[in-house]
């Protein structure tokens, strides 16, 4: 207490009790403490942000996945490990959430240290006080890299499925086509004798390659259940390539394209599967007919090869 001439005349003191709320500091404390090693020891990669979306918390799963420093996390805004296609998505989503204050989700590729990407779920929900005000941002970034791969082998069987589906019903409609026009010729007009026998012989011939067309879908389920078996015996594999060449032969000379045919016959005989060789080598020059312009050349060889035999089918379709 000091007079009207400056003078100290006493002092004047007061004690509060402030226990309960160096208590609830210290609880405080202690609860941020729990907060801070919970996120830690969490697997995903977790973060936090003010209110502001600016981000203040990384726990070391990130240091751990990226190679980087939290420091250097938090001052590149993510774009240090961010995939460059998604960086805009990224930095986009993230503002129409602090801005609305509505949940932020997206799903982006993060560098590894290993300099491989790898695509992540990031979501991010705010912490409001009593009032309704945001008050920080929690959010966490989980690996879904292997659901994504798993993903995309679904999406290619599918595509697969329906291109081998058209694919299927174009090559039974293609013998049945003919079966059904020499048919009806053959019941509705009066065909000499040598057309009647053109027609029965390319009756049979598509009946057969429809046959072998529904033998081959029996094959691939065979394959897919691990039925497939396969009939060895000694065979004459240039006689089995002769014969592949000679089933393909009138579809070559349909498009004006010479066939050229080199096979080694001293081969002698092997121990193998006839009847899945030749049909190796039918769909390989099936596929060098259709594929290739018209007028293109394909040459057929068998050659030996050390203790092995090679047959090659070279053709100028893509």
């Keep these: 207490i000091v007079d009207e001439h400056g003078v100290v005349t006493g002092i004047l003191g007061a004690s509060l009790d402030i226990t309960e709320r160096k208590l609830a500091e210290e609880k405080l404390l202690e609860n941020e403490r729990r907060f801070r090693f919970m996120l830690d020891a969490m697997p995903q990669k977790v973060f936090t942000a003010r209110p502001n979306g600016e981000v203040d918390y990384f726990n070391p799963q990130w240091t751990d996945f990226t190679g980087l420093t939290l420091e250097e996390i938090a001052s590149s805004g993510w774009t240090r490990f961010l995939h460059p296609e998604d960086v805009e998505a990224n930095a986009r989503g993230w503002v129409q959430a602090v801005e609305t204050g509505q949940a932020f989700s997206l799903e982006h590729r993060f560098r590894r240290a290993e300099d491989d990407y790898r695509w992540h779920l990031s979501r991010a929900l705010p912490v409001r006080d009593r009032d309704g005000e945001i008050v920080m941002w929690i959010g966490a970034s989980s690996d879904i890299h292997a659901f994504k791969e798993a993903e995309q082998v679904l999406r290619d069987a599918d595509r697969m499925k329906d291109e081998f589906l058209a694919t299927l019903s174009h090559e039974l409609r293609t ?34 390659r429809q046959s072998q067309l529904i033998e081959d879908v029996l094959d691939i389920s065979r394959i897919v259940t691990g039925k497939m078996r396969l009939e060895r015996e000694p065979a004459d594999l240039a006689a089995i390539v002769d014969e592949a060449v000679s089933t393909v032969r009138p579809a070559a000379e349909a498009k004006r394209m010479p066939l050229t045919v080199s096979l080694d016959r001293t081969l002698g005989r092997h121990f193998l599967d006839p009847m899945r060789i030749q049909q190796i080598v039918w769909n390989l020059l099936t596929n060098a007919i259709k594929f290739s312009p018209n007028g293109a050349p394909i040459d057929v060889s068998l050659r030996g090869e050390g203790s092995s035999a090679v047959v090659v089918i070279s053709d100028q379709g893509p």
């Design 175 to 208: 013998p049945l086509t003919s079966i059904l026009g020499w048919s009806h010729m053959l019941l509705s007009a009066n065909l000499p004798k040598a057309e009647r026998l053109i027609g029965i012989e390319s009756i049979r011939n598509s009946a057969k």
